[in-house]
């Protein structure tokens, strides 16, 4: 007697995307299966269990052989081993390098050291991630980050051009990379509030204002600091010759919306307020401070915190303290222009660590 085999032959290699997000999130195997039992698979296509698990260990073993073309898109667009559609190439590449914004926020900072992924099982019990995906997700970044750092012109496009990343998914990736090239500090613990999502908008200002601008037919780099700009932001101490006319201007034009309390907080302490935001630009010139950047706002924002304000008080004052001091007689050449791009730094930054402290 004979046993009678299905046999199903295809050119193309299938892709399950319930079951490769399942695989992208670490789990193994067994628990795909019963993820996939418990959505109720087998009533809806009457597979039994047993079925359910040879194809789900299936997909997990072509899933294991694309992953060393994965850790090089290149080498998958051009292999031939797989027969795999553009759409199915796509999904492929963008969900195996994706990554949880709560992995990420605790490798910002770190060295992507053999060291630290060592120590990724911390990170795996403190973010309720599955540590294979830790470890990919780190792999990912240290990827990316040796094949562009180096890399002239714009650091997404050039992502972009090398993994075949969505544009928003290299932005992503871009925050990450220029946070670690200048080696901000982002994990003392007067920054843990801070989530991922913060210091990527944060990063995205400063890449998009304190940069060397985009010229054509020269080399740039993205994670290269406009020196020039930065040594001219000790020239804003200008503005301490003109604090008593500032202040004037700042305080007349806050006092209609301010309470009472916070007016009179405003009046008192003007000074600490404007000096430590002059200080603070006319410090960055030198890499120390640069790199303390996030620590420098955070404490001042303490100084606001101590003085009770809401976040809505600081960001009229922040526009009014920066759209008053270009109402004084400075004649300085490009003080508006410097100014101006200081403060849409400085504010926005301020702004952003604000409502995270405050949630």
């Given at each position: 007697m004979h046993a009678e085999i299905d046999v199903f032959i295809s050119n193309y290699t299938l892709v399950d995307p319930e079951i490769y997000q399942h695989w992208?999130?670490?789990l193994p195997a067994s628990e795909a299966v019963r993820m996939l039992n418990q959505s109720g698979l087998g009533l809806i296509t009457g597979a039994s269990l047993e079925l359910i698990a040879s194809d789900v260990l299936d997909h997990y073993r072509t899933y294991s052989l694309l992953e060393k073309l994965l850790s090089n898109p290149n080498k998958l667009q051009e292999q031939?081993?797989?027969q795999i559609e553009p759409q199915t190439r796509k999904l492929?590449?963008?969900k195996y390098y994706e990554f949880d914004d709560s992995v990420m926020r605790e490798l910002l900072g770190k060295k992507l050291s053999s060291k630290h992924r060592k120590d990724l099982d911390e990170v795996a019990e403190k973010t309720k991630v599955a540590l294979k995906s830790c470890r990919r997700?780190?792999?990912n970044v240290k990827r990316v980050f040796k094949v562009v750092e180096e890399m002239?012109?714009?650091m997404v496009q050039n992502i972009r051009k090398a993994f075949f990343l969505p544009e928003e998914l290299a932005k992503r990736y871009a925050c990450v990379i220029f946070l670690a090239c200048?080696?901000?500090e982002t994990s003392k613990r007067k920054l843990q509030h801070v989530s991922f999502g913060a210091f990527k908008k944060c990063t995205e200002i400063i890449m998009n204002n304190w940069t060397y601008p985009v010229q054509?037919?020269?080399?740039?780099?993205?994670t290269e600091m406009d020196k020039e700009f930065l040594t001219d932001l000790r020239d804003l101490r200008i503005l301490s010759e003109k604090e008593k006319e500032h202040k004037h201007l700042v305080c007349t034009s806050l006092r209609p919306t301010f309470l009472q309390k916070t007016y009179n907080e405003l009046e008192t302490n003007f000074r600490f307020y404007s000096r430590a935001i002059l200080g603070l630009a006319a410090a960055l010139h030198r890499t120390r401070e640069m790199r303390n950047l996030f620590v420098e706002l955070s404490l001042i924002i303490e100084l606001w915190k101590q003085g009770g304000w809401t976040m809505q008080d600081l960001e009229s004052f922040l526009n009014a303290f920066t759209k008053c001091a270009l109402e004084l007689d400075i004649r300085e050449e490009d003080f508006k222009k410097t100014w101006e791009r200081y403060m849409k730094?400085?504010?926005e930054t301020q702004l952003r660590t604000w409502v995270q402290r405050r949630n």
């Open positions: 992208i999130d670490g031939s081993e797989f492929l590449i963008e997700q780190f792999d002239p012109g714009s200048l080696r901000f054509a037919n020269t080399e740039y780099f993205d730094v400085e504010a």
